[in-house]
């Protein structure tokens, strides 16, 4: 019976341990995605502000 009990402990043990890792791989996944994205955005926000500053300045030039 104490080698059942022992066996059954470890594999509790290593169960718990597999859940574990599995939830943190998850949320490092969804961290990093999330991540990626939001840098994403942010460059699409300064690409457009360039734009706008450029087409500002191309309205002020004065041909001959």
Do not use: N
């Not at 890792?21 to 995605?33: F, H, R, S």
């Amino acid at each position: 019976m104490s080698t059942l009990k022992t066996v059954g402990i470890a594999a509790t043990l290593l169960a718990t341990g597999l859940v574990g890792y599995g939830i943190y791989k998850a949320i490092q996944d969804e961290d990093e995605q999330g991540c990626s994205s939001d840098d994403a955005t942010d460059w699409d926000e300064e690409e457009d502000a360039d734009e706008e500053v450029f087409d500002d300045a191309e309205d002020d030039v004065v041909y001959g």
